[in-house]
């Protein structure tokens, strides 16, 4: 048996290798640090290996205090999490509800959502919304986000990539845009394509004012782009190692893509 397969037992690939919580790894080493210095108090001989020690615990485990997650996630504040790159403004819900441009106004603009038949609500225009699904349908590429977002890749390969909770787009490994789904990406590719058709405007947009306009696109429609099944509105709490917030959300029922998520706290505030 080797070593590697004798630690196999004790490793927690949960919260080890990609999936390792940096405030967690850092909260952890401050703690083996403290107490390592004071088991030097009482024996300095034991100083230097126990802090080893516990290293190793952290590297195999991701944590050395059971629950160290969920302290993270209830004691941490947002400011902090934000040094580590784990606010929830790097996130698709926030991103489309930080900026002022009032995005209904613009769409009964261009004429993209019109007053529904019954007068109590708003819907797609009907020319709009087949048009829209039209280009949806058709393959997505790379080339298509930079015409629709106006994103320069010049820094390094475009890549596309899906995640737990969202799907990311990177130029050069920076990323450059976070979605709910690759549904709710193709549908605000192919939105903001057929957009720049209509609206001469759309060009002079900044580009976060065009995700909000594009992700309150996606609030209209009434069936899956992509396969065509029923969306649900519904709530849940969406969790990370550090942090946790409840959501409602916008999912298909039958490919359970998410075209909208939106911070259920902000509809209490």
Not at 181 to 201: I, M, N, Q, W
Not at 241 to 255: G, K, P, R
Not at 260 to 269: K, P, T, V
């Amino acid at each position: 048996m080797t070593i590697a397969h004798s630690l196999e037992p004790i490793r927690r690939p949960e919260y080890t290798g990609e999936n390792r919580c940096v405030p967690c790894t850092v909260l952890n080493v401050l703690l083996a640090a403290v107490v390592s210095a004071a088991i030097g108090l009482v024996s300095p001989s034991l100083m230097a290996g126990s802090f080893v020690a516990f290293l190793g615990a952290i590297y195999l485990r991701g944590y050395l205090v059971p629950g160290t997650p969920e302290l993270t996630k209830r004691y941490l504040s947002e400011r902090v999490l934000a040094l580590f790159g784990k606010s929830v403004i790097d996130d698709p819900i926030a991103a489309l509800h930080g900026d002022e441009i009032d995005a209904e106004a613009l769409l009964l603009e261009v004429g993209t959502v019109i007053d529904c038949p019954d007068g109590d609500d708003l819907c797609l225009e009907p020319g709009f919304h087949d048009a829209w699904i039209d280009r949806i349908r058709r393959e997505t590429a790379a080339d298509d986000v930079v015409r629709a977002f106006d994103v320069t890749a010049a820094g390094g390969e475009l890549t596309l990539e899906d995640r737990e909770h969202s799907f990311v787009v990177e130029a050069g490994g920076i990323p450059i845009g976070w979605w709910e789904s690759r549904t709710a990406f193709v549908a605000d590719v192919a939105a903001g394509r057929e957009l720049k058709r209509r609206y001469p405007g759309w060009n002079d947009l900044e580009n976060a004012e065009r995700t909000r306009v594009l992700g309150s696109l996606r609030v209209f429609l009434e069936h899956c782009p992509t396969c065509d099944g029923t969306l649900e509105l519904g709530t849940e709490t969406v969790s990370s190692c550090c942090s946790s917030y409840d959501v409602v959300a916008l999912a298909c029922t039958d490919c359970d893509a998410r075209l909208f998520e939106f911070d259920a706290g902000a509809l209490e505030a």
